[in-house]
Nanobody, 125 residues
Framework: VQLQASGGGLVQAGGSLRLSCAASGRMVSRYAMGWFRQAPGKEREFIGGISRGGGTTEYADSVKGRFTISRDNAKNMVYLQIDSLKPEDTAVYLC???????????????????WGQGTLVTVSS
């Protein structure tokens, strides 16, 4: 599975962005998907995930209510809608895929099998 995140950019605080993750390969719909971010000088952080069918999502407390993850398995796409952006949201955002045998969200980065390159989000105050 290959992943490519896109949609990042420079945005003012309070604005919105929609990040996309394009997946290619076999049986993409059998993978749970996750979004992570890594800010300069900080460790990679799980911000949310979605089950393989899209029926279940989980979010880190730091982004609940502002971030929304969705997926379109027909298009092999996963999305991250980010609203009410804050300067502390500045980071490289990465999507990842985890092979699962049930409809679960995977909140642990070491359980992910494939990673995309990431897209940079910069939020100005």
């Amino acid at each position: 599975v290959q992943l490519q995140a896109s949609g990042g950019g420079l945005v003012q605080a309070g604005g919105s962005l929609r990040l996309s993750c394009a997946a290619s390969g076999r049986m993409v719909s059998r993978y749970a998907m996750g979004w992570f971010r890594q800010a300069p000088g900080k460790e990679r952080e799980f911000i949310g995930g979605i089950s393989r069918g899209g029926g279940t999502t989980e979010y880190a407390d730091s982004v609940k209510g502002r971030f929304t993850i969705s997926r379109d398995n027909a298009k092999n796409m996963v999305y991250l809608q980010i609203d009410s952006l804050k300067p502390e949201d500045t980071a490289v955002y990465l999507c990842a895929a985890a092979w699962v045998i049930s409809s679960v969200v995977v909140p642990v980065d070491r359980k992910y099998d494939y990673w995309g390159q990431g897209t940079l989000v910069t939020v100005s105050s």
